[in-house]
């Protein structure tokens, strides 16, 4: 007989769904089997399988070692070594470009932090440093100051939920335990989460507007463009896309603007500025690289990729019936209705100063 208790982060999920992470070679027939004979119990109890498992409960399984090492497939432990290696480097070499104070919010579920230009949300390249990995740094710091060793067993690996462009800087949402990451994605695929992002565009920007109409991506070229009459081909699918914008300051040469993305589809707001004839400054992609020398001249130190921030995210004061599922709303009590702001460096501001 074997005892497994659940941990914090295998909280919420149903009883079948923990089985499988734990025995993930066993057939469901041998699970559910088990089940209905009692082989496999939960809280001393028989069970089906649709209960949730809670931390702390204690979930047994009467069966030879054989039988449970047959259908288990434990962590690796150089995998587990190396992963545990790669955050602490993570940590080492990022922390100093994430400044003093880079977590904006933390519960048990869930993490707010300010991810600066230039830094990856998610590794592209197996040597990659991300905010992935600098996050499982950064909570393995914290456990071992609070005396906590690491659960080594964890099918779980915390991590960024909603991604940033490497030169996009501001709010990350982070998933600290399995509940966190249900949540959080949840409220992201169903578009609740409302993101305001800041960005420094050339040109006057004096009124507040919409633009509405269709984006393609060439996935070959990694390019994004509106779509015309003329977008056709297997590689291209077109998305509707709606981005709000507002003046925050305007100059002569250049403007601050904040903007609303009522969608979120890849590259919309670098896209969607330069269609209306003001590129985003320093955009690699589909800005301008003319205006953008005869701009940043004044601020010759000031380099890097485009000036996009997402500077606000807003939670919902309640959600939607989607979200209901497996205790997310449980999850996300702590963060309904609430604002998380991050403002973009100040430098931005006096780049679009009105004497530009």
């Known amino acids: 007989m074997q005892e497994i208790l659940v941990s914090q982060e295998e909280s919420g999920q149903r009883l079948d769904k923990f089985l499988r992470r734990r025995l993930p070679l066993a057939p469901s027939s041998f699970l559910y089997k088990m089940l209905r004979k009692k082989n496999i119990t939960l809280r001393g109890r028989k069970a089906d399988g649709s209960e949730k498992v809670e931390t702390g409960d204690s979930v047994r399984l009467f069966l030879s070692e054989e039988t449970i090492l047959k259908f288990s497939s434990p962590p690796d432990r150089e995998e587990v070594t190396r992963e545990a290696e790669e955050a602490e480097r993570a940590y080492r070499l990022l922390q100093p470009l994430l400044g003093p104070s880079p ?4 519960d048990r579920n869930i993490l707010v932090v300010r991810k600066p230009s230039g830094v990856l949300s998610q590794k592209a390249d197996r040597e990659d440093l991300s905010m992935n990995e600098w996050l499982r740094g950064y909570l393995a710091h914290r456990n071992r100051g609070a005396g906590q060793e690491a659960d080594e067993s964890a099918r779980f ?4 939920c909603n991604r940033l462009d490497r030169n996009t800087g501001g709010i990350l949402l982070c998933a600290k335990t399995l509940p966190g990451s249900r949540a959080l994605s949840a409220l992201i695929r169903d578009r609740v989460i409302r993101k305001t992002y800041t960005m420094a565009v050339h040109g006057r920007v004096s009124e507040e507007g919409v633009i509405d109409n269709e984006l393609v991506k060439d996935r070959r070229q990694n390019q994004v463009r509106i779509a015309d009459r003329e977008t ?31 969608t979120g589809r890849s590259h919309q707001l670098r896209v969607h500025m330069a269609s209306i004839g003001h590129p985003i400054v320093s955009d690699p992609k589909y800005g301008d690289r003319s205006l953008d020398r005869a701009l940043m001249r004044r601020m ?4 890097g990729g485009q000036l996009l921030w997402c500077s606000e995210v807003f939670f919902p004061e309640t959600f939607p019936e989607t979200a209901g599922a497996d205790g997310i709303r449980e999850v ?14 100040r430098w931005w501001e006096d780049l679009c100063g009105a004497d530009q």
């Open 103 to 106: 977590v904006l919010y933390e």
């Open 157 to 160: 690996r915390p991590s960024v």
């Open 232 to 262: 056709a081909g297997p590689e291209l699918h077109k998305r509707h896309a709606v981005t709000v914008y507002r003046p925050v300051k305007t100059g002569k040469r250049a403007s601050l603007v904040e903007a609303d993305l009522i």
């Open 300 to 303: 010759p130190d000031r380099r």
């Open 332 to 345: 996300l009590a702590p963060v309904a209705g609430r604002v998380f702001s991050c403002p973009p460096p």
